[in-house]
């Protein structure tokens, strides 16, 4: 059999449709949506080879439609969870023994069908899952997808390459084994390219992999599965079950052989899984590995320097684009007061040039629905508190309506308290609010930004002064993973910016880089001498 050092194919982004009217992928993705829309998709666990359909079942609804059903996925039991813990392990021996560069082909050419003839597919699933406009879908669902996988490809490969250095008469070599047990992945309801990345970056490096999906992702988390399936992923190399969190955690993290978890969620739930985990140690084989990636509460601070309608672009994007449903979304803004007034009003232009929340049908809808009742309700709460609170008032926005979807219409709180509670609060919803400092206080407010907030994952400054700038980059180093100058705190691209941040906002592993496959293997040092010595005394012995 032929040998060789292979190398992958070189990762570039995908580039990004624009779907503008008129435009042939604009009819294709509507096409699918109607499709997808009008049919009744059954989403059944898969375990192995099989596809098991319980008959507990749960019906899937679009948040802009809550009362459509478009499907509905069958839940596990506890006997399901084990049986594809035991799958995944069973699988687990003929996968990672598996050449890296056949793994490397199945998640390449996932990418391609991705590219091609799943995009529409993927997209559409995520518009109707997700509510997202036709943009945010293409940029998550398509391309972050798509990027992932190829640069991850492209990761693997370099961490393979590096290799250590040999003396004269050995040879030191490493190979990056697979965890020693299977993966627990966690994902998301808010990013496709998260749901779909935390599973494959883990299987790349020869693990298997339990999958649980959030309820509110299932759609378009099925589109997945059948991209990997068509792909060429082996049976029982990523089982995928759906259900109680409870106990579909409490069953994975119990086995000996779990070995590790890769998790995007709430803090607090991180946090609970972390306990559980500490609580089983004597349980597990192997000390497992913890990789989450959790809350914000990100910031955009303004110089008095800075041109007022960036700032202003930078908030409209940063806070509502996805209905401010991003990781990374601008959810506390600080304000000199020399150009607040004019920042503001350009914000408040901007909310009011925005449709009225609806479909992503309608692609003409900058903004659509929140992703569950649960969500609109506690929304509402904060914005009519606003509404009462002298310290605080709601300059634009502020109306919200669910008898049709879960829309919240783009609000901005402007508060005199720098503590207000939606300044403190993560609330993931189109609700930005507003502290205006006197520009003497650039300084101060650096300090308060850095300590306002227990999270440490995006924030931007905005300035023309490279002192300015230079003074935040420094002041802020520690409450942003992901810092942006002259920008929005959204958009992180793959191979651009590894995305994660620290304090309560996770451990900092960084999607979408080496530093996260990292993770996912164990590596083990081989030494092999050339020349066996025969006597045991050196020569300091004489």
């Known amino acids: 059999m032929g040998k060789g050092f292979f190398h992958v194919p070189i990762a570039i982004n995908e580039p990004i449709k624009s779907y503008a009217p008129g435009s042939a992928e604009r009819e294709d993705v ?4 109607h499709a997808y829309f009008k049919g009744n998709v059954d989403v059944p666990l898969y375990i192995g080879n099989k596809e098991i359909k319980t008959g507990n079942t749960k019906p899937m609804s679009p948040p802009h439609d809550h009362k459509h059903v478009v499907g509905q996925y069958h839940l596990a039991e506890k006997k399901h969870v084990e049986q594809a ?9 003929a996968w990672a023994n598996l050449a890296w560069e056949q793994r490397s082909a199945i998640f390449s050419k996932a990418a391609e069908l991705i590219a091609g003839p799943y995009r529409d597919k993927i997209n559409a699933a995520t518009m109707i899952a997700q509510s997202k406009n036709i943009h945010q879908a293409e940029i998550d669902a398509a391309c972050e997808t798509i990027d992932f996988l190829r640069f991850n490809v492209e990761y693997m490969s370099r961490i393979y390459d590096d290799q250590p250095d040999s003396a004269e008469g050995l040879w030191n070599r490493v190979e990056y084994r697979p965890l020693e047990g299977f993966v627990y992945a966690i994902t998301p309801f808010n990013f496709t390219a998260i749901a779909a990345n935390l599973p494959a970056s883990a299987a790349m490096m020869g693990n298997v992999v339990l999958w649980k999906p959030s309820d509110h992702q299932i759609f378009s988390a099925k589109v997945i599965v059948d991209v990997f399936k068509e792909a060429g992923l082996p049976d029982g190399v990523i089982n995928v079950v759906y259900g109680d969190p409870v106990m579909i955690t409490d069953t994975a993290l119990a086995s000996p052989d779990f070995a590790g978890i890769h998790y995007t969620g709430s803090t607090s739930v991180f946090k609970g899984l972390w306990k559980k985990i500490g609580d089983n140690i004597n349980t597990y084989k192997t000390y497992p590995r913890i990789v989450g990636e959790t809350g914000g509460k990100d910031f955009i601070i303004a110089h008095p320097t800075a041109k007022p ?5 930078a908030i409209s994007r940063g806070a ?4 401010g449903q991003k990781c990374s979304a601008a959810s506390r803004v600080y304000l000199p007061k020399s150009t607040s007034k004019e920042i503001l009003e350009l914000v408040k232009k901007d909310i009011e040039s925005f449709n009225k929340p609806g479909s992503p049908e309608d692609m003409s809808n900058f903004i659509t629905a929140v992703i569950h009742e649960g969500s609109f309700d506690k929304l509402a709460k904060y914005i009519d508190q606003a509404k009462k609170d002298k310290n605080a008032e709601v300059f634009a926005g502020g109306e919200y309506d669910k008898s049709k979807g879960y829309f919240i219409e783009p609000t901005v709180i402007v508060t005199t308290d720098p503590h207000y509670t939606t300044m403190e609060t993560e609330l993931f919803g189109p609700v930005v609010t507003v ?12 300090k308060l930004v850095d300590e306002t907030s227990p999270y440490a994952l995006t924030g931007a400054v905005l300035s023309g002064d490279r002192y300015a700038i230079d003074e935040a980059t420094k002041a802020l180093q520690n409450c942003a993973g992901n810092f942006y100058i002259n920008d929005k705190p959204t958009g992180a691209v793959v191979g651009q910016q590894p995305f994660g941040g620290a304090r309560a906002s996770g451990t900092n592993d960084k999607a979408g880089s080496m530093q996260n496959l990292l993770r996912w293997v164990s590596p083990r040092l ?17």
């Open 30 to 33: 509507l096409r699918q949506y």
């Open 435 to 446: 502290y205006v400092y006197e520009d003497k206080d650039w300084s101060k407010t650096l």
């Open 320 to 323: 509502f684009e996805f209905q």
């Open 526 to 542: 081989i030494k092999e001498t050339f020349v066996t010595p025969e006597n045991y005394r050196y020569p300091f012995l004489g």
């Open 309 to 313: 309608q960036q700032v202003a672009t």
């Open 85 to 93: 813990i035991k799958n995944g392990l069973e699988a687990r021996e």
